[in-house]
């Protein structure tokens, strides 16, 4: 019996063991996924708690419900990889031999990287909305929050959804705006970027939102500390940016035990061949997700349209056979920005967003790169499909390559 060992049941590990097992013979291939948390989380659903949009229960769910019949969920700490011997070890002492390896243990916010972040201070004038407990106290906090100036910061690129503090600070204007204190609230958005976003249009559009809600930028910050005694942050260059209330995105880092199994970058995201998701050093050993090292954005979209593409050349692959499907780095994402509406973006490796429709040239029913109530309603709809087609390994009519069809190409940046 072959084994195929998946370690992380979060949504790439998932979509990839119910799409693989119809796929691969019971009786030659055994599927086992690890993961140390028995709850699945649907973290898109984080940024509303905060807002009281969605309740704490509305975004978990049982792994053990998620997982198809025939593959086999062991919960446990994965401790290391042992490449050389094609062997894992679990936290426990739990040992797993493998012929194939998928790593989808994805990213997650490290507060402990930044000086001050991880202090006394946390839960109370610093919080964040990249975890469940966190953006639950952010709800009770800015439930009856009496105003002040509100800072929201990335601490460094790359985060898990780069567009979720934006969408973050959008809220937070409707926010205030619906309880009557907006004028008794300053808004600062700092991020190490040079603009609001990554790419010159998205980045151009999404600044004239921010100036729009009077939310202040400060561009090109590299965060060192947070200064506890102050209310401060302070960035490598000396400038200081003071708050009374912090929303921070701290550094997202892969699992540790990539690290101590030699197969990951300086934040611990495996490094793996772009187009195959393949280890750059090991034959039998991919990863899926966040947990990649791939150029793209890591966002659950990605996971969907990368776990498409690998089906295929996983099964070419174990055959002996050159893979032949090559990802292009396709993401998309919904963006909120408050009042009933948002935007998408629509973009690879290659392509930058532009504006335009989605998934229908010039119908949509999505626009590119413009607030809509149907870009809100697809963003809402997102948390139905995520559990009933995503997860199952369902097919979305959405093809995993991007497509150039309905994309305006006349705002493209110079
Ligand atoms: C606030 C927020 C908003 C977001 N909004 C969007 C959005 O609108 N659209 C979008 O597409 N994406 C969004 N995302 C990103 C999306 O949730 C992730 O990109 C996606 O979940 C990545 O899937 P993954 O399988 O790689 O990792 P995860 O789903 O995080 O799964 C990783 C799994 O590995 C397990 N694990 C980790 N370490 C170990 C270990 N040592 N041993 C055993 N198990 C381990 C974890 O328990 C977890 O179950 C958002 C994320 C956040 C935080």
């Not at 010159?200 to 090109?220: C, F, K, S, T, Y």
């Not at 990951?264 to 039998?284: A, I, R, Y």
Request: with cysteine; glycine share 8%.
């Amino acid at each position: 019996m072959k084994q195929l060992l998946v370690l992380g049941a979060g949504t790439a590990g998932t979509m990839a063991v119910n799409k693989l097992r119809p796929h691969l013979d019971d009786d030659e291939w055994k599927i086992t996924v690890v993961d140390s948390n028995p709850e699945h989380h649907y973290q898109p659903g984080y940024l509303f708690i905060p807002f009281g949009g969605y309740q704490p229960d509305e975004v978990v769910k049982p792994k053990s419900q998620l997982i198809s019949d025939g593959v086999e969920l062991v919960m446990g700490e994965v401790d290391i990889v042992k490449p050389d011997e094609s062997q894992v070890v679990l936290a426990d002492g739990t040992e797993f031999e493998y012929d194939q390896l998928i790593i989808a243990t994805g990213t997650h916010p490290r507060r402990d990287q930044t000086e001050g972040l991880d202090s006394d201070q946390y839960g109370i004038s610093i919080h964040d909305f990249y975890t469940l407990e966190g953006a639950t106290r952010l709800a009770e906090v800015l439930a009856d929050w009496p105003g002040g100036r509100l800072v929201t910061n990335i601490v460094e690129m790359p985060i898990k959804c780069p567009v979720a503090p934006l969408e973050f600070v959008f809220l937070a204007d409707a926010f205030f705006t619906e309880r009557g204190i907006r004028d008794k609230v300053e808004l600062v958005y700092v991020t190490p970027l040079d603009g609001a976003f990554t790419k010159p249009v998205a980045a151009q559009h999404l600044g004239d939102m921010l100036d729009q809600r009077n939310i202040a930028l400060e561009a090109d910050f590299m965060t060192m500390e947070a200064d506890g005694e102050r209310n401060t942050l302070v960035s490598y260059d000396e400038r200081e940016i003071p708050y009374d209330l912090l929303v921070t995105v701290p550094v997202n880092m892969g699992a540790e035990f990539v690290d101590r199994s030699g197969l990951g970058d300086e934040l611990n995201h495996v490094e793996v061949d772009k187009h195959t998701f393949l280890s750059v050093d090991h034959e039998n050993i991919f990863a899926l997700g966040d947990a990649s090292n791939i150029p793209t954005s890591k966002a659950g979209s990605v996971a969907h349209f990368a776990v498409d593409v690998f089906i295929d050349n996983f099964l070419q692959h174990i055959e002996g056979r050159p893979m032949t499907g090559q990802f292009d780095g396709h993401a998309n994402c919904f963006i909120e920005s408050g009042k009933g509406k948002a935007l998408l973006i629509d973009f690879n490796y290659d392509v930058e967003p532009l504006p335009g429709k989605y998934p229908l040239p010039g119908i949509g029913p999505f626009s590119l790169l413009k607030e809509t109530e149907a870009n809100h309603w697809g963003k809402l709809m997102f948390k139905w499909t995520y559990w009933n087609v995503l997860l199952p390994g369902r097919e979305l009519p959405l093809p995993a390559q991007m497509s150039m069809a309905g994309k305006t190409l006349a705002r493209t940046a110079p």
